[in-house]
């Protein structure tokens, strides 16, 4: 796999758990409309120099979950309400964004207050 990965629609057609994990070059990944047709849940993880989720995955609607983690906050971000990818995933009923370095803060944040 090189830096851009396109998915048709002839591929994956029976998968519904997907799980993208450590592809550190891959920096875009485009989604045929109509591939994936089962997709019911899509982990992303340790792609970092990924910019943004498929615009394809809007069209993806079995997709249910949807789990980011470990992903850079720039990426994230475009994910939130009102982020610029919010309209690519807002259909998916279940969104766990885990940020490391969030989660790391939050930690932190909950021993100063043990503490």
Request: glycine residues 6%; proline residues 3%.
């Amino acid at each position: 796999m090189g830096r851009i990965w396109f998915v048709l629609k002839v591929d994956f057609l029976c998968f519904d758990l997907f799980h993208l994990s450590n592809l550190y070059y891959l920096e875009e990944w485009r989604v045929e409309q109509g591939a994936m047709p089962s997709l019911f849940c899509l982990e992303i993880e340790f792609c970092g120099s990924l910019k943004t989720i498929p615009d394809g995955l809007r069209f993806i609607t079995t997709l249910q979950e949807l789990k980011i983690k470990n992903m850079t906050k720039s990426f994230t971000d475009r994910l939130h309400e009102g982020g610029p990818d919010f309209d690519k995933v807002k259909h998916v009923k279940f969104h766990g964004l885990i940020c490391l370095h969030r989660f790391i803060k939050h930690i932190l944040q909950c021993l100063c207050v043990v503490m």
